[in-house]
């Protein structure tokens, strides 16, 4: 789920919402909603490694240029989020994951540089993913590191594509693997990631609500504005 195996690149990504075969729960029916959702309760939520203030820490520095600073974040969100994804790759399989899939029944599907879209196993899409998002971050011409440089014209498109990437990354694992986070006690980590995630797309507008929706519920619990 984690690895950076050499993999097509994509033009785009899209979010399918599938039919569910089991009942939608009322929005009356919090018991249910939690069992579904163990990442909204209350004793879980408030877990995390620290109580930074995400404000200070996602605004761009002053005097300091913006790709620069969507550049550097970039490369240390990637690092983060597959270094997380790893740990849990072994219970990420085709097997316990035959699709990449987030809450409300939302299904992702891989487009590669052909156009051709695939819908695959979640660890084989995040494979794609963090392939895809490595390429973008080794190229010069796209993150570049020389003195002089310019960023091209259309990086900020590249960036919010990587965030989408990212945020889908942990989307599945807050849907299907959250009770195996539990148990290995990365729930802290996990929501901090998270939240640092979420609140920098928002301070500099990496994120739609429509890419978000599926995590709404959890972003608005974790105390964070709303993508609206």
């Not at 919402?17 to 939520?45: A, C, F, H, M, T």
Request: charged share 15%; hydrophobic share 40%; net charge negative.
């Amino acid at each position: 789920m984690g690895g950076c195996q050499s993999h097509p690149s994509a033009a785009d990504t899209q979010i399918v919402p599938q039919p569910s075969d089991v009942n939608k729960l009322g929005d009356n029916n919090n018991e249910l909603v939690l069992e579904e959702r163990p990442y909204l309760q209350q004793q879980y939520i408030s877990e995390r490694i620290t109580h930074t203030d995400m404000t200070a820490l996602t605004a761009l520095p002053p005097g300091l240029d913006q790709a620069e600073w969507l550049a550097s974040n970039t490369v240390v969100f990637f690092k983060h989020i597959n270094l997380f994804s790893s740990a849990l790759s072994e219970l990420c399989t085709p097997t316990t994951c035959p699709t990449a899939c987030g809450p409300d029944n939302t299904v992702y599907i891989w487009t590669d540089d052909q156009g051709k879209k695939l819908r695959c196993s979640a660890p084989l899409y995040f494979d794609y993913t963090m392939s895809y998002i490595q390429d973008l971050l080794t190229d010069e011409d796209v993150f570049p590191t020389r003195a002089g440089s310019v960023f091209p014209a259309g990086f900020v498109f590249l960036v919010k594509k990587v965030f989408l990437l990212l945020f889908r990354v942990l989307a599945h694992i807050y849907w299907s693997h959250y009770r195996e986070a539990l148990v290995l006690g990365l729930h802290p980590h996990l929501n901090t990631l998270f939240i640092h995630l979420t609140h920098f797309s928002l301070q500099h507008n990496l994120l739609e609500a429509e890419h978000t929706q599926p995590l709404q519920d959890l972003i608005i619990a974790l105390g964070q504005y709303s993508l609206t």
